[in-house]
């Protein structure tokens, strides 16, 4: 699709040029230009919004996680090209400021895969271009350093450069020293011009009076402008001067063969290379239309299904226009309009310097823009596909060509007509201007019926009656006007749809400083068909003012039922979700409760049962021992001692791994203990052994026939774990293996401290919870362990 020159899609790309800053972008731009390949449209189109959408993201606060958008800088000093084409030529050097660009083409290509990729869960698209770049990480580390910004190579560039430095640093410390010498011996004897040492032709030099060169040995390397002064380089010097240059012939060469050796390095990589380049370009031209976009309040435009075809603006405005208002700090009126089932032409009319060709210039650069997959300043845009775009604006009078208005004007429609097609879009300003109005009016109407029949999509603007009439009375053509203020005789520049307007051409002249007595006189030679129409129009005008403000009162009402019905269901919302909540505080209340009296009866039940079975078993002892003691008392043997015992100590219980505390002695044979969060009472024959006291060394004491392994231990850290201060990756790790030490443990609920802030923390420990095989369920601390700050979680 060719965009015609008065469009100025030229204007338009030097504006987007504003927004890129390397040349690969630059290059990339210039390729730009409306088509007429759906896909491909569509594609970039949607490649576009993707990047808004990026860039938008990234320009807002977002947690630090894996997967944010995060803004790609693309920062170049030159234009890599020629050193990416100098690498396809076999045995070519680059030299040290190209092997710098490459390096740094490397590091932006390198940031710019790694921060989309990233990403590439919400920014497919963007991750889909990033993965068309070569991973060359190693080549860009094995090069960075190497080349220094000003292009010169640092002594660590290699062991024999930096080794030849010293050398040639150590040698002009020899000149200098010797050079001094010879001037403290010359100091007095007049021969020396001036006491310093400079360099002529890469050798250390002292200045000589002319006249006096031949009290001195060695070789005169040229004289001062003024002629004053002979460079003298004493013969002491010649052979720690020619040692000097030596040593940088030598570095010359080192730095050659470094030279070679990078360029042999990027040079394998030649063609990722220059394929990165050109993804770089793309990508940094993608996310320039999208700084663009966010700059100018732009939208991604549509295109329209073949099988049901349209063209709808809201609030559009001139992009160019736009940009020569905004330092005035001046706004643009907006430009609504829409043509769509069988209508395929707008006739716009209304006042002289109304905004009628503004019009068509916005609706035809926008048609362009959106061909070109760019985003288009609008709040709403949908086009059909057009094949290209026709516009005859402006007065193309030539007399070099002997060109008069209305040929210039027939000849750009006669170009047109034999262009058209049903995929076109036409733009004709002043249709059958610059001839008779009789006649223009009825060529008008002739021309916009053939673009009709041919089902282009044409807008054009007239101020001729017979293409009013026209526009009004033909299916399928629709009026516009553009506003005009009667009050103030001054453009509104409002484009208004359904309703031919008047040019107020009198009216204008009038405010544009015309005499009154002038304009009266015209008036009363318009004729009285001429003045009725005039006012019929005004009329109309006024009338359908006054409907489009019924009508914005209307939706302004709708808006405001809509919002108190939104506000009704919210509060419902609000009360049901209360009501809820506090139905299942209810009944968490009642299960608890309901818990801990069957927790309490099955307690009961078994302390009543083991008390009888401890006692059985005594009385059982008791009859056992009075029957052996009465057939054997000699054969008794003494039972070893038992400790007594007493409140505090640490015993173990039967079935139960976890050590108890013995808290009251109920009797001699019954006793209270603590064991973790449980307290009950029981028989003093389930004890298994008496444990040390916490921290105190010390053999347990174990009833006969009973061997003991040490289980688990049941520290705080098993209980607890304080994540305050940490990252949030950090933290998930440590929480994962927290759960695995509790589940270990045996333990059946932990707290974990991860404290208000921002709520990343919080977020993060709910996520390792939900996915936890551990865990039966997990909900904010109470107040008294933390509230907010703290989450319990129960293990299964």
């Given at each position: 699709m060719t965009a015609e020159p008065v469009l100025e899609f030229e204007a338009l790309r030097a504006l987007l040029a504003r927004y890129l800053r390397t040349p690969l972008g630059l290059a990339e731009l210039a390729g730009v230009a409306p088509g007429s390949d759906r896909a491909a449209i569509e594609s970039a189109l949607a490649d576009t919004a993707e990047a808004v959408e990026h860039l938008r993201a990234a320009s807002q606060p977002q947690p630090a996680s894996r997967g944010a958008a995060i803004r790609v800088h693309f920062e170049l000093g030159a234009d890599p090209a020629p050193a990416v084409a100098r690498l396809a030529i076999e045995g070519a050097t680059l030299d040290a400021a190209e092997i710098y660009e490459l390096t740094r083409l490397l590091d932006l290509a390198a940031e710019a895969?790694?921060?989309?990729?990233?990403?590439?869960?919400?920014?497919?698209?963007?991750?889909?271009?990033?993965?068309?770049?070569?991973?060359?990480?190693?080549?860009?580390?094995?090069?960075?350093?190497?080349?220094?910004?000003?292009?010169?190579?640092?002594?660590?560039?290699?062991?024999?450069?930096?080794?030849?430095?010293?050398?040639?640093?150590?040698?002009?410390?020899?000149?200098?020293?010797?050079?001094?010498?010879?001037?403290?011996?010359?100091?007095?004897?007049?021969?020396?011009?001036?006491?310093?040492?400079?360099?002529?032709?890469?050798?250390?030099?002292?200045?000589?009076?002319?006249?006096?060169?031949?009290?001195?040995?060695?070789?005169?390397?040229?004289?001062?402008?003024?002629?004053?002064?002979?460079?003298?380089?004493?013969?002491?010097?010649?052979?720690?001067?020619?040692?000097?240059?030596?040593?940088?012939?030598?570095?010359?060469?080192?730095?050659?063969?470094?030279?070679?050796?990078?360029?042999?390095?990027?040079?394998?990589?030649?063609?990722?290379?220059?394929?990165?380049?050109?993804?770089?370009?793309?990508?940094?031209?993608?996310?320039?239309?999208?700084?663009?976009?966010?700059?100018?309040?732009?939208?991604?435009?549509?295109?329209?299904?073949?099988?049901?075809?349209?063209?709808?603006?809201?609030?559009?405005?001139?992009?160019?226009?736009?940009?020569?208002?905004?330092?005035?700090?001046?706004?643009?009126?907006?430009?609504?309009?829409?043509?769509?089932?069988?209508?395929?032409?707008?006739?716009?009319?209304?006042?002289?310097?109304?905004?009628?060709?503004?019009?068509?210039?916005?609706?035809?650069?926008?048609?362009?823009?959106?061909?070109?997959?760019?985003?288009?300043?609008?709040?709403?845009?949908?086009?059909?596909?057009?094949?290209?775009?026709?516009?005859?604006?402006?007065?193309?009078?030539?007399?070099?060509?002997?060109?008069?208005?209305?040929?210039?004007?027939?000849g750009a429609i006669r170009?047109?007509?034999?262009?058209?097609?049903?995929?076109?879009?036409?733009?004709?300003?002043?249709?059958?201007?610059?001839?008779?109005?009789?006649?223009?009016?009825?060529?008008?109407?002739?021309?916009?019926?053939?673009?009709?029949?041919?089902?282009?999509?044409?807008?054009?603007?007239?101020?001729?009656?017979?293409?009013?009439?026209?526009?009004?009375?033909?299916?399928?053509?629709?009026?516009?006007?553009?506003?005009?203020?009667?009050?103030?005789?001054?453009?509104?520049?409002?484009?208004?749809?359904?309703?031919?307007?008047?040019?107020?051409?009198?009216?204008?002249?009038?405010?544009?400083?015309?005499?009154?007595?002038?304009?009266?006189?015209?008036?009363e030679r318009m004729t009285n068909a001429e003045r009725d129409v005039s006012r019929f129009l005004a009329e109309l005008h006024k009338q359908m003012a006054a409907i489009e403000e019924e009508r914005a009162h209307v939706a302004a009402r709708e808006q405001a039922a809509e919002a108190?019905?939104?506000?009704?269901?919210?509060?419902?919302?609000?009360?049901?979700?209360?009501?809820?909540?506090?139905?299942?505080?209810?009944?968490?209340?009642?299960?608890?409760?309901?818990?801990r009296r069957a927790e309490e009866t099955i307690g009961e039940l078994s302390q009543k049962a083991r008390a009888k079975v401890a006692k059985t078993r005594r009385e059982f002892k008791e009859a056992v021992g009075a029957v052996a003691g009465a057939s054997s008392p000699a054969a008794a043997v003494p039972e070893p001692p038992v400790q007594k015992l007493a409140e505090g100590m640490r015993v173990r219980l039967k079935g139960i791994r976890q050590p108890a505390t013995v808290r009251k002695l109920l009797s001699h044979d019954l006793l209270e203990v603590d064991a973790g969060f449980m307290r009950m009472q029981v028989a003093a024959a389930d004890i298994e052994e008496i444990l040390p006291a916490a921290g105190a060394p010390g053999k347990t004491h174990s009833q006969a026939g009973i061997s003991f392994r040490q289980g688990p231990t049941f520290e705080t850290s098993y209980r607890e774990i304080n994540l305050i201060g940490q990252r949030a990756e950090q933290a998930c790790e440590q929480v994962e293996k927290f759960l695995d030490s509790a589940t270990l443990a045996q333990v059946e609920r932990v707290r974990i401290v991860h404290g208000h802030g921002m709520g990343i923390l919080k977020k993060a420990v709910a996520d390792v919870l939900k996915n936890s095989p551990y865990v039966e369920k997990f909900y904010v601390a109470p107040p008294e362990e933390g509230g907010a700050g703290a989450t319990i979680a129960e293990l299964k």
């Open positions: 895969r790694s921060v989309l990729l990233q990403a590439r869960e919400r920014f497919p698209r963007l991750a889909a271009h990033a993965s068309a770049l070569a991973d060359l990480r190693d080549l860009a580390r094995q090069l960075r350093g190497k080349i220094l910004p000003d292009g010169s190579l640092p002594d660590d560039a290699s062991v024999a450069l930096g080794k030849l430095r010293r050398d040639a640093e150590k040698q002009r410390r020899l000149i200098e020293e010797s050079l001094a010498r010879f001037l403290r011996a010359h100091h007095e004897d007049g021969t020396l011009q001036e006491d310093f040492v400079t360099i002529r032709n890469d050798r250390f030099v002292v200045p000589i009076v002319t006249g006096r060169e031949r009290r001195v040995d060695g070789v005169i390397h040229g004289s001062s402008g003024s002629g004053h002064s002979m460079f003298v380089e004493p013969l002491e010097t010649i052979h720690l001067n020619n040692e000097l240059v030596r040593i940088h012939e030598e570095e010359l060469r080192e730095i050659h063969r470094l030279l070679r050796e990078f360029t042999s390095r990027l040079r394998e990589h030649a063609r990722e290379i220059g394929a990165m380049a050109e993804v770089l370009g793309r990508l940094e031209l993608l996310f320039a239309k999208a700084e663009y976009a966010m700059d100018f309040r732009c939208s991604v435009p549509r295109l329209s299904p073949a099988s049901s075809r349209r063209l709808i603006l809201r609030e559009a405005r001139h992009p160019l226009l736009e940009d020569i208002l905004r330092p005035k700090r001046k706004p643009v009126v907006p430009v609504s309009l829409s043509l769509e089932g069988g209508e395929r032409t707008l006739l716009i009319s209304g006042p002289n310097t109304g905004g009628k060709t503004v019009a068509l210039k916005t609706v035809g650069l926008l048609a362009l823009m959106a061909h070109a997959g760019l985003p288009v300043p609008a709040a709403d845009a949908e086009f059909p596909l057009f094949d290209q775009v026709l516009a005859d604006i402006g007065d193309h009078q030539s007399l070099q060509e002997s060109l008069s208005s209305f040929s210039a004007h027939i170009s047109m007509l034999e262009r058209a097609t049903v995929d076109s879009l036409v733009l004709l300003d002043e249709l059958g201007r610059a001839t008779d109005p009789e006649e223009g009016g009825a060529l008008g109407v002739v021309l916009l019926e053939t673009f009709r029949a041919r089902g282009a999509f044409t807008l054009a603007s007239t101020h001729l009656m017979a293409m009013k009439v026209y526009g009004a009375s033909t299916p399928g053509v629709r009026n516009g006007s553009m506003g005009f203020d009667e009050e103030t005789l001054e453009p509104t520049y409002v484009l208004l749809l359904g309703a031919p307007g008047k040019s107020a051409g009198l009216d204008i002249a009038a405010r544009l400083g015309l005499s009154a007595t002038l304009i009266e006189a015209a008036r108190r019905e939104r506000s009704l269901e919210q509060t419902l919302e609000r009360k049901y979700a209360a009501r809820t909540a506090e139905l299942e505080r209810r009944a968490a209340e009642l299960s608890s409760e309901f818990e």
